[in-house]
């Protein structure tokens, strides 16, 4: 037996986070009941539907690695209209992307149907590596440089920085680009980081998740992830 959430994302319909919401939304039913206890306990033999079509697990997993391109929303619908990552990848499949990238940020998101595997890499205690090449609209002094790599506290939190590379200064426009690598996963962090020095981001680029890159994709291309891949970030998990 398992927790009704569990299951349904599990099926690879949706997150648990929003399979959640689904249950207390009054829209998830167990053998034609409906169910709105966050902890009700399920099995795979019992039926379940969510707003009257049954799921099942059946359901084929899919994990892709997307290099979004700027302008394109990190969700599954946009009530603006805005393209969505989901929107780039041609696949019937119930997919959504773990965590999120801006809307004018670019780079490396990976999207799944497997709710195990995105729950996995989106728990606090996964320590994946996040790389990112950031133009900021300052030139950073040492004492900068230093209060990021060092004592750097963002919404009173610590922000550990694994490491940060200084890639290109230029004196005429008064910006220089940067590679920053973190753990962490807080909305805007990188903005938020070089705010608290002065500095707008003006540009922003994922190029690493842990041993992946998009060095391969093209803005907006996408591929599979590999068995290999996915066995290894499920290890990472793991440690
Ligand atoms: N940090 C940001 O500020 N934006 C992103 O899109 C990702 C990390």
Redesign the pocket.
Known sequence: MERLQKIIASYGYTSRRKAEDLIKKGKVMVNGQMVSELGTKVSEHDVISIDGVIINKDVKHEYYILNKPRSVISSITDDKGRITVVDLINTEARIYPIG???YD?TGLILLTNDGDFANTLMHPSMEVE?T?IAKIDKILNKEDIDKIRKNLIVEGRKVVVNRLKVKKIDKEKNTMILEITIIEGR??????IFNEVGAK?TK?S?IGYGFLNVKDLKSGEYRNLTIKEIKKLYALAKK
């Open positions: 999120r990238l801006d940020t996040k990112y909305n805007h962090i990188i903005k938020k981001v922003l994922r």
